[in-house]
């Protein structure tokens, strides 16, 4: 997915395909990179959060701006919504885990982590991904914060997505969940909130970094 949304970007940005212009359907691609039409669906999705591609119903995927947008979007949200309530939300809620968890909350989280670092399939981590910041919100005890974070569950996942076009970000998001889970099971409220701080401001750094890729021309100009 990574490799395909690299490429799909860099030729938009080129003028390989101009503004207007449809992409190749889903198939072509698939076959062009040798991959299944899934990893292809995964890239289209990554190109219309940036704000380069739009999909119409029917018609296929059609350029519509040669440069990405400050702020991506990840279904009805944007990268700002999610990370501005994920900030008042999931760090307090992690705080709340480290005091109220129980043995099964713990027992949960730590099964999700070996699960994750053992998984290659990337739509399957994402869902997991997903599935251990829903488990912190409902470990704080305060099922309020459960539901806020279910509420934006689709989003998250698209985000996560789009992250992992950055090859470090499964193992760096892998180990900042060890370090949350870890304080979590020490009962230590301040590092929770620390170790919940530091995976967000990792995940909007990672985003800044995607969206601020330069083409290759760009790249050459540097040089």
Request: charged share 30%.
């Amino acid at each position: 997915m990574e490799a395909v949304l690299a490429h799909l970007r860099d030729a938009i940005e080129r003028g390989e395909y101009a503004i207007g212009d449809r992409l190749p359907a889903e198939a072509s691609l698939g076959k062009e990179f040798e991959v299944s039409r899934s990893v292809v669906r995964e890239a289209l999705r990554g190109l219309q959060a940036l704000g380069l591609t739009m999909s119409r119903t029917g018609k296929g995927t059609f350029v519509v701006s040669n440069r990405p947008v400050d702020n991506p979007t990840f279904g009805p949200y944007s990268a700002r919504d999610l990370l501005e309530v994920r900030r008042h939300v999931e760090i307090p809620a992690a705080g709340y885990a480290a005091r109220r968890h129980t043995p099964d909350d713990l027992d949960l989280l730590t099964g999700l982590l070996e699960r994750m670092s053992g998984e290659t399939d990337n739509t399957a981590w994402v869902a997991l991904d997903s599935l251990f910041h829903i488990t912190i919100a409902q470990a704080s005890g305060n099922p309020v914060f459960g539901k806020v974070i279910e509420e934006i569950r689709d989003a998250l996942a698209k985000q996560s997505a789009f992250l992992n076009q950055r090859d470090d970000r499964r193992a760096a998001s892998d180990d900042e969940h060890r370090q949350l889970v870890d304080a979590i099971g020490r009962g230590d409220e301040h590092a929770a909130t620390e170790a919940m701080t530091h995976h967000l401001t990792r995940v909007e750094n990672a985003l800044t970094d995607i969206v601020g890729h330069k083409t290759a021309a760009e790249k050459n100009e540097d040089s």
